[in-house]
């Protein structure tokens, strides 16, 4: 199984990074192929709930969307991990998992059989 790991923190080899590499070596220990992408740097747009999506699994805006959504879709397995700022994650993984509902639901909820999981890093 293909399994995608998201880094939602800004902050590069920050908490948030460092606990999901040691997820990602023990996805591989178990035989589990994983892939990293942090969002650090990454533009990614609000939803204009636009349906300009629709039927064709993609959205039209320009920025990195498209790319990490296509990523998502090559991947059995999903683990997103975001600090928690102000009790809630990120903005911006708000941002690229309401894109993501929202053109995988206009497309025959492409994101269905997905495994996915969360981790939510929080600190002093």
Do not use: W
């Amino acid at each position: 199984m293909n399994t995608l790991i998201i880094s939602d923190s800004p902050r590069k080899e920050g908490n948030t990074e460092t606990l999901l590499s040691f997820l990602e070596k023990e996805l591989i220990n178990h035989s589990i192929s994983a892939n990293f992408i942090s969002l650090s740097g990454k533009n990614i747009k609000h939803c204009l709930h636009c349906d300009k999506c629709n039927e064709i699994n993609s959205c039209i805006q320009d920025d990195d969307f498209n790319n990490i959504y296509k990523s998502v879709l090559r991947n059995k397995g999903l683990i997103i991990g975001s600090p928690v700022y102000v009790g809630a994650p990120t903005s911006l993984i708000m941002a690229l998992i309401q894109r993501m509902t929202y053109v995988s639901f206009n497309n025959n909820e492409t994101l269905s059989k997905k495994i996915g999981g969360l981790l939510a890093v929080a600190g002093e």
